[in-house]
């Protein structure tokens, strides 16, 4: 008994701790996912404002603000842009920084940065890109509509997490991980797409000075310059000539979220030591009523704080609802304003490309992402998560067919024709609601979590 007791008594540190660490794994990914469920609320509103706006009496005054120009001239460069570009060069800039960060920490830190906890959702992701463009070139090949193979493509986070919450614990959390992941992959496979294949024209002397930029950033780095102030203009200045030299400006918030340093100034022993000191000094401003001792070291510990977190956790968490609840619903509300009439529904359903688009997203995404998975597990390069089986597999490739906003984006870029958009933003509506409407129905009855997964989970996340 006393033996058994004891031993009970030393295991509970080593649990604890192990609970603790899978909680502090975990709770970044809860949060990031809890963001992006909920704002695919907001940005399914901002949808449906767009299409109901586009098609009532006051349509003209839709087309006229996102056709307003605004103009920027410094000298240096000129800005002329009517307001929708202006959304889509620069706020979705940011959108793309913001992705780049969740890349580059995924990498470092998170399911990418395991080789064999990479290779799901990489060759989930690869497969999720491949066929659907192989399916959209089926259609189009030799058509007009060839250069929009990129647009089924891509998966929207915001919904697909938004649809896995209204299933809430008919699905488990590792498998809202390994979408995040797969999403993540994707992004970067979007990134690429829209750099080689989405640019057209160069200008030299614009590259020159972006690259005269950014080695500027790269050196005050070096030099340990550390005022976010200093980033924001030199990062403005490098998305002006990034915008200008003809690769679409949305790679340049890529880019400096790559530079984003991963690590903090200040280790957390230190910050721990240093702390300790600042509050013996804050007491003893208050002790003697030294109002003004007591804000310096306020602003101290403050200091201390921000510098203790890195700029690429800092910048993530502070720009991350922005993105969500203003910049992605923004961008929906831009560029989700299709015209439904007769004629355009008819338009669609003879339309190659709303036809390579839809199938490209409700059959081909579910199919490469399948496929591909199923044999990295196969060829024993990857592994299922514990609490995720081959149906599962099936259904968050199903979900992956919903490819909003980066479809729409891509969209964009592809088309310079009228037609061809809204053909092809039929497509993107019309195969992401049927992706997410099977893909909710399909996992609704599907096996749910086992219980002995699920409750080992809520012991991990319940403690700490």
């Known amino acids: 008994m006393s033996g058994a007791s004891h031993g009970q008594r030393g295991s509970a540190p080593g649990n604890g701790g192990r609970r603790f660490a899978a909680a502090r794994l975990v709770r970044p990914i809860q949060a990031f996912v809890h963001t992006e469920a909920s704002s695919g609320i907001l940005l399914l509103a901002a949808a449906v404002v767009a299409i109901l706006w ?65 290779a799901l959702p990489i060759a989930g992701a690869i497969g999720g890109m491949v066929v659907p463009a192989l399916i959209y070139v089926a259609f189009n090949a030799g058509h007009d509509g060839a250069k929009g193979w990129g647009i089924p493509m891509a998966t929207d986070i915001a919904f697909s997490l938004g649809v896995l919450a209204l299933l809430g614990r008919r699905v488990p959390f590792a498998l809202k991980v390994f979408l995040l992941a797969l999403a993540i992959v994707d992004d970067l496979g979007a990134i690429v797409v829209i750099a080689v294949f989405y640019t057209d024209s160069i200008s030299t002397e614009a590259l020159l000075w972006a690259g005269v930029v950014l080695a500027v950033i790269i050196g005050a780095q070096r030099g340990g310059v550390r005022s976010t102030d200093v980033y924001v203009v030199l990062g403005f200045l490098f998305w002006a000539a990034v915008l200008k030299s003809g690769i679409h400006a949305t790679i340049a918030g890529v880019v400096l979220a790559f530079l984003t340093p991963a690590a903090p100034y200040f280790g957390r022993n230190t910050f721990e030591e240093s702390v300790r000191g600042l509050l013996d000094v804050f007491r003893r401003a208050r002790d003697h009523g030294d109002r003004d001792g007591m804000q310096s070291t306020l602003s101290q510990v403050e200091t201390l704080a921000r510098q203790t977190e890195s700029p690429l956790d800092r910048l993530e968490r502070q720009l991350h609802p922005w993105v969500s609840y203003l910049i992605v619903p923004v961008f929906a509300l831009a560029n989700a304003g299709v015209v439904v009439s007769g004629d355009t529904i008819s338009d669609a359903f003879e339309s190659r490309v709303t036809a390579g688009v839809a199938f490209g997203l409700v059959l081909g995404k579910p199919i490469g992402i399948f496929l591909f998975a199923l044999l990295a597990v196969r060829m024993g390069i990857a592994s299922l998560p514990s609490s995720v089986s081959i149906v599962h597999l099936f259904g968050v490739g199903m979900l992956a067919g919903i490819g909003f906003t980066v479809s729409l984006f891509i969209t964009g870029l592809a088309f310079e024709s009228a037609e061809l958009v809204a053909n092809a933003k039929m497509g993107v509506l019309g195969g992401s609601v049927v992706a997410g409407t099977i893909a909710f129905l399909y996992l609704w009855f599907a096996p749910g979590e086992p219980e002995r997964e699920r409750a080992a989970e809520e012991l991990a996340l319940d403690t700490g």
């Open 54 to 118: 586009a098609n009532s009496p006051w349509d003209g005054a839709y087309n006229d603000l996102w056709h307003a120009k605004l103009r920027l001239d410094a000298n240096l460069f000129v800005i002329d842009e009517d307001l929708g570009h202006l959304v889509n060069d620069g706020l979705m800039a940011i959108f793309f920084f913001v992705v780049g960060l969740e890349i580059k920490r995924e990498v470092l830190h998170g399911e990418l940065a395991s080789p064999r906890r990479a």
